[in-house]
């Protein structure tokens, strides 16, 4: 593979007097690699002490290479459902049955919250009470999750040309897999709940005590700025607090696991890992406006 | 001129296969995480077998892109890959010579290096010890597939080299 004659380098293989003047342009472009990593050295501590536009910068790059990650990413996705699909396609027959057992029982489901929405709206009617409101939904493929060992973090194709904002909340399946933290025009970026730079405002459902959930690279989360006394039981769901006005309330993300000398730990409702399609959650601001619902004091500020 | 356009096509073409398949979703839980770091095998590749003066600034670019597009710290990436760049050109004139195992335990010894190197830049640059497991399975993985990816650079690169013109 490597047995044939190596290539000469270009100065290698021009006679020496036509170097200097054919190959200025050249000679310009050849940085010494030590130049190059000092450079790469600087950026880093530019990047740290925030003094470089590096959110513009991903932006850019962002929208740029997300129509070429959209058109190799189709393809990939659809492999890999007509893989998965005739992995199980013996087990079809098993399926089928335990899905009908399942509809028996969410039919159940479904008369009930027919009755409780009912119920809900008298008593709302009776009390008074201002509905939240009305979150709008994009549903979006992941073209890339490119953050490898160290980062968490995925591109949508979807951008501010789709009423996506900075700040959004980020839904997959059951609960919340992120937030919005880079918008252009065609692409945004999730940073996901399990990244180390990622703290959401949290409650615990029971108790309603505040705290803020952190990401530690992991496929837990930790809970942290909790107060001293504040009774945590194995399994209790943790929420959205929506303190800040950028995620809305009551958001789901996941249960309690352990609790203890290193901590309290939660799992996630979603698998974070692995993502194929996700929500992100807007608060309709147009709508809101128009019926003349509360609008949190954090959203009126934004377009 | 045709044929460097030509050369330079299936160059970037490569490069843009091997930095989609470091980009797409696998859509696996974990898969992502233990990625192998196709990019850096086509610097150590092409720094042995088609070393010019601009590889070190080729890595330099790559390595952007990639940091600016996962959302690294600018130049993290930037940095290892001119490092690899730079420690496999020295040795470049031993490793032409040698056989191909020896060329896949380099490759294996600079994938372990730079993935050292960047877990410590990550930690040093958010003051935090990450779990290193990941990227140590990332390594292992990429020099799993070194070869099955070398193979194809390797025939794509002959097939532009084998120039009659060119030839001694």
Sequence with gaps: ?303 | MLRMVGRWGLALLVLFILFALSAVPFEVPHLGEIRPVFMLMAVYYWTILRSSPLSPLLAFAIGLVIDLLSAYPLGMHALVFVAAQWLTSSQRKFLLGQSFLVIWAGFALIALGAGALQWALFALFNAELLSAKPMLVSVLLSVFLFPLLVLPLSLAHKALADDPSSMP
């Design chain 1, 1 to 303: 593979m490597f047995s044939h004659r190596p290539q000469n380098t270009v100065l290698e293989t021009l006679p020496l007097k036509t170097t200097t003047m054919q190959m200025m342009p050249v000679m310009l472009l050849r940085v010494a690699p030590a130049v190059l990593i000092l450079l790469a050295v600087t950026l880093m501590v530019l990047h740290r002490a925030d003094t470089l536009p590096v959110g513009r910068l991903r932006v850019a790059v962002m929208d740029t290479i997300a129509p070429a990650l959209t058109a190799v990413s189709a393809p990939l996705s659809s492999l890999i459902e007509q893989i998965e699909g005739v992995t199980t396609i013996r087990d079809l027959k098993a399926e089928n049955i335990r899905l009908k057992e399942e509809n028996i029982k969410l039919q159940q489901w479904y008369e009930s919250a027919l009755r409780l929405q009912a119920e809900n709206q008298s008593f709302r009617e009776l009390l008074n009470v201002k509905a939240d409101p009305a979150l709008s939904f994009v549903t979006s493929r992941v073209i890339s999750d490119a953050g490898g060992s160290f980062v968490k973090s995925v591109l949508l194709p979807v951008g501010s040309r789709d009423k996506v904002q900075k700040g959004n909340a980020v839904m997959s399946g059951h609960g919340l897999v992120g937030r919005i933290t880079e918008v252009g025009q065609q692409s945004a970026r999730v940073l996901l709940i399990t990244d180390l730079n990622s703290r959401i405002p949290v409650i615990i459902q029971n108790t309603r005590t505040k705290a803020i959930l952190a990401g530690k690279n992991q496929d837990l989360l930790k809970l942290e700025r909790l107060p001293a006394d504040s009774g945590i039981i194995i399994g209790t769901r943790i929420v959205t607090s929506g303190d800040g006005g950028q995620l809305p309330p009551d958001l789901p993300i996941g249960t309690i696991v352990s609790a203890g000398n290193e901590g309290v730990w939660v799992r996630p409702l979603s698998g974070i890992s692995g993502l194929a399609h996700v929500q992100v959650v807007n608060i309709d601001i147009d709508q809101t406006l128009a019926t003349g619902e509360i609008i949190p004091p954090s959203f009126k500020n934004k377009k």
